[in-house]
């Protein structure tokens, strides 16, 4: 997996944004409101949480197998990809029995086709991306590079097809260079709504309005 660069000390992961599809992908709900519980939205960047995770048709489940915990064959399969044209990244689906999906930027169905031959009792499906992973990197540095000034965080979410952008703090200000910079691009944001961030200044050891930020 990707670097995931700088690590953000903060207590929460909530970001403002309006509900943009990536490319690529469907929205997991629709844009109705430009406001959200977290206060009015500021961005047409969509929050990381609101970006659906890609997954094979669903006819290409199974009842079984089920994984509980890491006993898939991960390493088998990866090193059966390893050497196909087009493939891009692998991760484990939980909402799908714990199986392993394999990305693949072009001819995944013919893929598919193969997994099936070779692997008839291992969970295992194949889905068809509209990116690289060269590309997502490329666009990470990017973000590293052009917002170094902003100290953000970013990753790599293959589940998603989108790099993620923590910029802390949501303000009006942060929010709008991050737009202004990567709002056509495949990209998300995290952070915490201004309301709910720590008041600047010495912090309390104790009492009202206390808080750990790391333990």
């Not at 031959?117 to 990197?137: I, K, R, S």
Request: proline share 7%.
């Amino acid at each position: 997996m990707r670097r995931t660069g700088l690590v953000m000390l903060m207590a929460a992961a909530l970001a403002l944004g309006a509900c943009r599809a990536i490319p690529g992908n469907t929205p997991s709900t629709p844009d109705e409101s430009l406001s959200s519980s977290s206060g009015p939205r500021i961005s047409s960047i969509p929050r990381c949480d609101e970006v659906p995770l890609i997954s094979a048709p669903a006819d290409r489940y199974r009842d079984s197998p089920l994984y509980v915990a890491n006993e898939m064959p991960v390493e088998e399969i990866q090193a059966w990809a390893r050497d196909k044209p087009a493939f891009e990244e692998l991760w484990i689906d939980r909402d799908h029995l714990g199986w392993i999906t394999l990305a693949f930027s072009a001819d995944a169905d013919a893929r598919q086709a193969e997994l099936e031959e070779a692997f008839p009792d291992v969970g295992v499906v194949a889905v068809e991306v509209d990116w690289t992973l060269a590309e997502l990197e490329a666009l990470q540095d990017r973000v590293s590079e052009e917002l170094r000034e902003l100290e953000v965080s970013s990753g790599i979410m293959v589940q998603q097809g989108v790099v993620s952008i923590g910029v802390g703090v949501l303000t009006a200000e942060r929010v709008a260079m991050v737009e202004e910079r990567f709002g056509d691009d495949r990209v998300c944001t995290e952070g915490i709504d201004p309301a709910e961030a720590p008041a600047a200044g010495p912090q309390q050891p104790a009492g009202n309005g206390w808080r750990l930020l790391a333990d």
